[in-house]
């Protein structure tokens, strides 16, 4: 045994993995190679298409052609979608108003969400029971889409913005994940501030909310990704609408059902002088335009992430 | 994973009940200490003034919940009218259970059931057991760089909307898409995946998996990471090679998530992707797409039979309910707790 447990030599030699605990089997050269290329082709599948879709939207007509449509390999490189995607038309009045509900949506679900989490995470406060229970049962029963869908169109929310916003702005998920976070930290200095006389407001903003940042940071990623991702309550509320489709919207209608997009694909074009753009292209901006915020904040909250679900999920 | 942190809820709260904790109770406690040495037996009064800004700070969210979820719970009696958007819901004729009559004598309704049931079936089967042997295979990679750019990528996926997930499918093995664009210069025919009904099910499973595996895998890592390792450690110095290993530590070890996994899943046999579908039932002809979620929407709000698609609605939340209740009898004639506890 003792060979084994010989100091582990770093470099490109090295006997084996110092990682790999003493009792293990050596692992077999097969069995490394099949978990190698399975891991490898899993990762393939997940990044080929988006690379494919990236490329194309940024490829020339001609590299377009040679290719038969999308592009496998850099062949000449054009930002021409782009510019005219966001120079106006329904691509960019979709990404405003994205935005906008992203932002507007997102604020009043924090403030919601953390208000709740923090006045349930106290316990033996009077009805924290009850209101608790009140949040669960919805995870459990619904009243279905149709009564849903009615009680939205009487309070007179067919077609309006906020028809995309409230209906889902509470998950109780991310409250009872905020609320475990709450009733687990810091309890020493929440009772230190509360001898001071801090009130309940004062001890959420001043001392559990600065200790819970990575908590906040992962339900403030759920909520903003739930909001650009805004589909099904737009198909319910706003369907005919054009003027008012957020982009995942305008993703469905001119790239996943090839609608023609008024004023950029058919006229557009000839009006900013970029009349032998092929559609193909444009239609692969706007998906890389959806893509785009989940792949830039993606990395920064992966870390996070992992730490604040698995803490929430399974406790730690 | 929902329901986990509903039980963690309960549980804090039961053991946390003893010890204090709350300033603001102690210092009541402490003046009126002769007469109340218990807490919770304080006049509901002193309680209300001592927690009146806890309970005004829920009130936001639980008015949210009352008027999107449980309003249209009640909204729920349309199904039991011959509701117009006219009258609204208190002037509605009553229809009593003529909307379920019609309902149960429909067979584009029994379609969609055994529609969701399939898809149901080929999804349990081929996606459910993925993401437990990848957290598996990936945490048997000792490379900790690895593992963790492994899972991040897997795990993006999960962010996509509906949408963008079946454009990209449509992208590569669409029509027009990657494959077919290959095999066209090849001379080798083309095979449009998104538009043949016959293989849907697997179609919509395959994206499933792309989607969501990751999401996946990141649940069963957790449960992995939780075994002992001394008992590795002690089995492998018995003899037990690394497949007797895995058999007699790795799984039971992971037995309590695949089955709280499970019961979800069977809770939710009659949801089965209802936006994925709704995008593709265009494309692939409602016939093999149409499941009782979409049924709902096209047959309530499509042709403004309201009451209709609400009935569907009730009869699709009741049978789920005996499946979630069911799942779980389940689990606990298997000695886990699954959903709930006994």
């Known amino acids: 045994m003792t060979t084994l447990t010989a100091p582990p030599v770093r470099g490109r030699s090295r006997p084996r993995n110092p990682h790999r605990p003493v009792w293990e089997e050596p692992p077999t050269a097969a069995g490394q190679t099949a978990k190698g290329l ?121 077609g309006k913005y906020w028809s995309l916003i409230l209906p889902s702005a509470v998950s109780v998920f991310n409250i009872l994940v905020l609320r475990s976070f709450y009733s687990s930290t810091a309890a020493e200095l929440i009772d230190a501030a509360r001898m001071d006389g801090a009130s309940e407001w004062r001890i959420l903003w001043s001392v559990v909310l600065p200790t819970s940042r990575a908590v906040t940071a992962v339900i403030t990623l759920f909520y903003a990704v739930g909001y650009w991702n805004t589909f099904f309550n737009v198909m319910l509320y706003m369907p005919a609408d054009s003027q008012k489709w957020p982009l995942q919207y305008v993703l469905y209608e001119y790239v996943n059902l090839g609608m023609n997009m008024p004023g950029q694909v058919n006229s557009g074009f000839g009006v900013s002088g970029h009349s032998q753009t092929a559609p193909l292209s444009l239609q692969m901006a706007v998906v890389v335009l959806t893509l785009l915020p989940i792949m830039l904040v993606f990395p920064f909250m992966q870390k996070h992430f992992a730490k604040g679900m698995l803490t929430g999920a399974i406790k730690g | 994973m929902v ?55 829920t009130l936001p969210a639980v008015g949210l919940l009352l008027v999107f979820n449980y309003l249209p719970m009640v909204g729920t009696i349309t199904a039991f009218q011959y509701y117009d958007p006219l009258d609204g819901i208190r002037n509605s004729q009553w229809a009593g259970l003529a909307n379920f009559r019609q309902l149960f004598g429909d067979p584009l309704f029994w379609h969609a059931m055994e529609n969701t049931l399939y898809i149901s079936a080929v999804q349990l089967v081929l996606f459910f057991p993925i993401p437990i042997l990848l957290a598996l295979l990936l945490n048997s990679v000792l490379n900790s760089r690895i593992r963790s750019v492994v899972q991040a990528i897997t795990f993006l996926p999960h962010f996509y909307s509906w949408v963008l997930v079946v454009t990209l499918f449509q992208q590569m093995i669409g029509g027009a898409g990657l494959l077919n664009q290959f095999l066209r210069q090849h001379n080798a025919g083309t095979w449009d995946f998104m538009t043949n009904p016959h293989t849907f099910s697997l179609l919509v499973t ?61 809770g939710n046999a009659l949801s089965v992707g209802f936006e994925q579908l709704l995008i593709q039932r265009f494309a692939v002809g409602h016939d093999a797409a149409d499941v009782l979620d979409t049924f709902s929407f096209y047959y309530g709000i499509g042709t403004q039979n309201y009451s209709y698609g609400a009935a569907a609605g009730i009869f699709k939340s009741v049978i789920s309910l005996l499946l979630i209740w069911g799942a779980n009898k389940l689990a606990h004639r298997f000695g886990e707790d699954g959903l709930y506890r006994k």
């Open chain 1, 38 to 158: 399975t891991l490898g082709t899993v990762v393939l599948l997940i990044i080929v298409p988006v690379y494919c879709v990236v490329l194309t939207s940024v490829s020339t007509p001609g590299a377009i052609n040679r290719a038969g449509g999308l592009v496998l390999v850099p062949d000449g490189i054009t930002f021409d979608p782009y510019t005219t995607m966001l120079s106006g038309g329904p691509v960019r009045r979709a990404l405003v108003v994205t935005l906008a509900i992203t932002v507007v949506g997102t604020a009043i679900s924090m403030v919601v969400s953390v208000l709740c989490a923090y006045g349930l995470s106290r316990s033996r406060s009077l009805g924290h029971r009850f209101l608790l229970m009140l949040l669960v049962l919805t995870m459990f029963v619904s009243g279905g889409l149709i009564p849903t869908f009615l009680v939205v169109s009487e309070l007179g929310g067919y």
């Open chain 2, 206 to 266: 395959s994206q499933v998996v792309w989607k969501d595996a990751g999401w996946g895998i990141i649940v069963f890592l957790a449960a992995l990471s939780a075994i002992d390792q001394n008992l590795y450690e002690a089995a492998a110095s018995d003899g037990a090679g690394r497949w007797r290993r895995l058999w007699h530590i790795t799984l039971p070890g992971m037995r309590s998530v695949i089955v709280l996994m499970l019961v979800l899943r069977l």
């Open chain 2, 3 to 57: 329901s986990t942190v509903a039980e963690q809820g309960e549980d804090e709260q039961d053991s946390s009940d003893r010890p204090a904790g709350d300033g603001g109770a102690g210092r009541t406690t402490a003046s009126s200490a002769g007469t109340a040495p218990q807490v919770d037996r304080l006049n509901w009064r002193v309680r209300l003034r001592r927690d009146k800004s806890l309970i005004l700070m």
